[in-house]
């Protein structure tokens, strides 16, 4: 059974940082995608950042220059480095990842449990 599991989220004032880390556990072959996406109530999840096991990285143009996806392939890990972070970025996120739990079988998604950041003045 694959888990991803995240830590990292909490308060902040705006211009302020915060690191939000995901790991994934279980039967795990391989990790295609992962990324981190984020919710407000009333509004559809939306993605912040995506890396694909090759390194290729994709940012929602919102958090462009501020916020930095890496992984760790060793470690079936990802991570968001979020800077200069505004009230606008206050969300419950997510991380989401494709594994392969074999050789053989197709990637299946998996969500985290979601953590909540929250930028306040």
């Known amino acids: 059974q694959v888990q991803l599991v995240e830590s990292g989220g909490g308060l902040v004032q705006p211009g302020g940082s915060l690191r939000l880390s995901c790991a994934a556990s279980?039967?795990?072959?391989?990790?295609?995608?992962m990324g981190w996406y984020r919710q407000v109530p009333g509004d559809e999840r939306e993605l912040v950042a995506s890396?694909?096991?090759?390194?290729?990285?994709n940012y929602a143009e919102s958090v462009e220059g501020r916020f930095t996806i890496s992984r760790d392939n060793a470690k079936n890990s990802v991570h968001l480095q979020m800077n200069s972070l505004k009230p606008e970025d206050t969300a419950v996120y997510y991380c989401y990842a494709t594994i392969r739990a074999t050789f053989l079988s197709g990637p299946d998604d998996y969500w985290g449990q979601g953590t909540q950041v929250t930028v306040f003045s």
């Open positions: 279980g039967s795990i072959f391989g990790i295609d995608y």
């Open positions: 890396v694909m096991e090759s390194g290729l990285t």
